[in-house]
């Protein structure tokens, strides 16, 4: 028991730093992007800035609402951020004890159970803004949530295992080279699952203030804040694991989690934000029925 407890230790110590150095990948990034040098005081070259900033907000003073729903608005934060630290449980090693076995169950699971932390935090922050943005969030998660759903059983019906360790030794080749376009439209769904550009409804900052978060500040923000970010490395990781047939704990899996990772930050520096019936439109119209015929088609070839 100590050990098992010591390992969920370690491994939510170790994804709390990789958020954090993540952050700074994220703003140097898109600093060299935009021709400027980004965070470069605090430290060689601006390493410490995400301790820096974490103190800061940190030791800012949290927002009291005068609202009657003030124990939904301080536990919406807390239940994002241990939504996203759960998904974490699904990690594929042969070194682990306490994981989930049916984990892309699991996983799927947790993603939809995110949503509804976000659609309190709007409610209970008692602002139109904020209602605004969770709700925006509502209708995105459910939408691309049936085809990041279907893609993913696609793949288990090729492996015959609802575990994600089964993926590591079950395939001699990565499945991106013989379904290129559905891993395309996973890593889509993935970005709109995390709300991240362009699928930013629910944080769109020149609509919405600040979207769902718009009346969080300190401890609060960093709460989403680490969320978000923790969803984007897991939504890296779980690609490497499904399309790229890693070994177990070898280099290139963490080489392609930060190469996914990257992409992430790379179409926010690139795409602008979708209008949002055409967002609908991309869900219902084109990923729907591209992931439901690759679903048969799979079936098939597994009966075959």
Known sequence: ????????????????????????????????????????????????????????????????????????????????????????????????????HLSIIFVL???????????????????????????????????????FAIITLSLVALSSSFNTFSFLFSFTFPILSISPILAILWLTSAMAETNRTPFDFSEGESELVSGFNTEYAASGFVLFFLAEYSSILFMSFLFSVLFLNPNDLNSLLTLWTLLLAFTFIWVRATLPRLRYDKLMALAWKIFLPISISALLFFFVLKTT
């Open 109 to 147: 699971c947790c993603l939809s159970a995110s949503v509804y932390p976000t659609l309190s935090a709007g409610w209970a922050s008692n602002s139109k803004y904020a209602m605004l943005g969770s709700l925006r969030a509502v209708a995105q998660t459910i939408s691309y949530e049936v085809s």
């Open 1 to 100: 028991m100590f050990y098992n407890l010591m390992k969920l230790t370690i491994l939510f110590i170790c994804i709390l730093l990789s958020v954090a150095f993540f952050t700074l990948l994220e703003r140097k990034s898109l600093s060299y992007i935009q021709k400027r040098k980004g965070p470069n005081k605090l430290g060689f070259k601006g390493v410490l800035q995400p301790f820096s900033d974490a103190i800061k907000l940190l030791s800012k003073e949290t927002l009291v609402l005068n609202s009657p729903h003030q124990l939904v608005y301080f536990m919406s934060p807390c239940s994002v951020l241990l939504v996203s630290m759960l998904l974490w449980l699904s990690f594929p090693s042969t070194l682990g004890s306490m994981e989930v």
